[in-house]
């Protein structure tokens, strides 16, 4: 097990696409997190799930971000009509719930949208 | 609800030297967790240390410790003997259902 695993690590986008983004967690781990990074800010939870039921999504959240994580395994997020301000690295972590050793992180996916 | 505040944004210490970081947190909650994220410039999130609200014994990992106190919901993060390598974003979280991070103190360890 390499650990939790992002793709891609680095996305520029038009302002307006589309773009979908992969996460790949510790393959016994039934909780999956996504986070959003800003410049020189701590990461901001967006929305989790465990095993493919998502639990609790963020305010911070719109309608134009969308998670999934269809059988429990992986997980996706899409940022529909993409603006600059969603410019960030996007984050995923994974855990085992009832065994709170701290989450483990991927890599992270840096997104520019120009 | 939860959040977490890390009131020192930007730190400088001389290599070999101790530091301490502050964290307070505030939670209606009795059984959490705490813990202490370091992140490198441009590389990922790596745990440092965590502590579980109803022990209350101090976690220590190696030259890193904390001081936790639980009524006055502060974590504090000693780092003893402080090497270039220490030099990172330090984050502060609380982890209930999922984790709170605070803003982060830039440390850097001088040589």
């Known amino acids: 097990d390499t650990g939790v695993s992002q793709d891609p690590r680095h996305k520029i986008t038009k302002r307006g696409q589309n773009v979908t983004f992969r996460c790949d967690p510790i393959?016994?781990?039934?909780?999956l997190y996504w986070y959003r990074q800003t410049l020189g800010q701590g990461p901001e939870f967006l929305t989790y799930?465990?095993?493919?039921?998502?639990?609790?999504k963020s305010r911070l959240l719109s309608d134009r971000f969308s998670a999934e994580r269809p059988k429990g395994s992986f997980s996706t997020l899409e940022i529909q009509r993409t603006e600059q301000g969603d410019s960030a690295m996007y984050l995923c972590?994974?855990?085992?719930?009832?065994?709170?050793?701290?989450?483990?992180f991927g890599s992270g996916t840096r997104l520019t949208v120009v | 609800a939860q959040t977490v505040t890390q009131s020192q944004p930007e730190m400088s210490v001389q290599e070999a030297e101790t530091v301490t970081l502050s964290c307070t947190y505030d939670t209606s909650e009795n059984n959490y967790y705490l813990f202490w994220y370091k992140q490198p410039p441009s590389r990922q999130m790596i745990l440092v240390i965590r502590?579980?609200?109803?022990?209350?014994q101090n976690a220590t990992e190696n030259r890193f410790s904390v001081n936790f106190q639980k009524a006055a919901k502060s974590f504090s993060l000693k780092i003893s003997d402080s090497q270039l390598g220490d030099t990172a974003m330090y984050f502060c979280a609380y982890s209930y259902d999922k984790i709170i991070f605070g803003k982060g103190t830039r440390l850097h360890i001088l040589p």
């Open positions: 393959s016994e781990h039934n909780r």
């Open positions: 972590a994974s855990s085992l719930v009832g065994l709170d050793y701290g989450y483990t």
């Open positions: 502590q579980e609200a109803y022990k209350q």
């Open positions: 799930f465990q095993n493919e039921a998502q639990l609790e």
